[in-house]
């Protein structure tokens, strides 16, 4: 990877056995530090694309053609022991479902041990230090009993963030996250996002956010991509796509987002815990000021 090159580089187009052109001729670029927002319906090929990145589409029975380059490197020619490697390590993923991603039989600081032996050696002091460490990051308890709890014992929120921790166990360049908050309700929505936005911040991370929300994704993202039925068809600035959305799909998008009067409206700060510091990326657009469609 050389300096000013983008972290990750695709290029792609995607087959199933049953469907030909899931994807067809996709760009997408993400630069060092970069939070890109990915939208599109259900069924577009969101999570088809974060599938081609981490190499388990073959799993699922999909084909990739084309070039995915990340740190300069052709993803589509390593091996299987080689992308298990990255996985985890390089590039994370955040799923949307957080209790189906967490073993329901493993108590959490088990689990996380188990995240963290997959790419590292070291004593059990330095492992728990690790995991102290990522957890403290994601504004959750670090303590023994927490570590002892099993998922059943824990809010959905509190489940995508151990989610979340045993992603950045490494620091990864990259992080995916694929619907990371459609389970969740809305307060715990907001959080997810300013812990992201931090995360971003601190960690200098590099986040490809999937969502079908693309007010989410305008509050969170420096750039936002709009994929629709299997192309991009759209990408610009949050302000650029909600100002002047050029596609069709797009203009469908914004004129759906809810409008609701400048005038009287309830002003409603949403706070984590007396010591959070979490904020977005860059400062919220006001959906209002924002709809001039």
């Known amino acids: 990877m050389t300096a000013g090159s983008p972290l990750l580089e695709l290029r792609i187009s995607v087959d199933y056995p049953a469907k030909s052109g899931v994807l067809r001729n996709i760009s997408l670029d993400v630069e060092p530090g ?14 088809t694309i974060a599938l081609a990145i981490l190499g388990l589409l073959p799993l699922k029975g999909g084909t990739v053609r084309g070039q995915i380059s990340f740190r300069g490197q052709d993803l589509l020619s390593k091996r299987d022991g080689e992308l298990r490697a990255l996985r985890g390590r390089d590039v994370s993923i955040v799923l949307q479902s957080p209790l189906t991603s ?5 108590r959490i600081g088990t689990q996380l041990k188990e995240a963290w032996h997959s790419h590292a050696n070291g004593s059990a002091a330095v492992c728990l230090e690790a ?18 709890r099993k998922p059943s014992q824990l809010s959905l929120g509190q489940a995508q963030r ?4 045993m992603a950045i166990l490494h620091r990864p360049s990259l992080l995916i996250a694929d619907e990371p908050t459609s389970a969740l309700d809305t307060i715990t929505q907001a959080e997810i996002l300013r812990l992201l936005a931090r995360l971003n911040r601190e960690l200098n991370m590099a986040i490809l956010y999937i969502s079908h929300d693309l007010l989410s994704l305008a509050n969170l993202c420096h750039r936002v991509a709009i994929l629709y039925e299997g192309q991009i068809v ?5 302000q650029q796509i909600l100002d002047s959305p050029r596609h069709e799909y797009t203009q469908r998008l ?7 009067p ?3 409206r309830p002003s409603v700060e949403i706070v984590e815990d007396a010591s959070s510091q979490d904020a977005p990326a860059k400062p919220f657009l006001d959906p209002v000021s924002a709809e001039k469609r």
């Open 234 to 238: 759209e990408s610009g600035s949050p």
């Open 162 to 165: 151990v989610i979340i921790a």
């Open 254 to 260: 914004v004129d759906a987002l809810p409008k609701r």
């Open 34 to 47: 970069e939070i890109l927002g990915l939208v599109g319906e259900s069924g577009s090929g969101k999570s």
């Open 102 to 106: 967490l073993n329901p039989v493993l």
């Open 262 to 264: 400048v005038r009287n």
């Open 131 to 148: 995991i102290r460490a990522a957890l403290t990051s994601v504004r959750l308890p670090n303590d023994k009993d927490f570590l002892k």
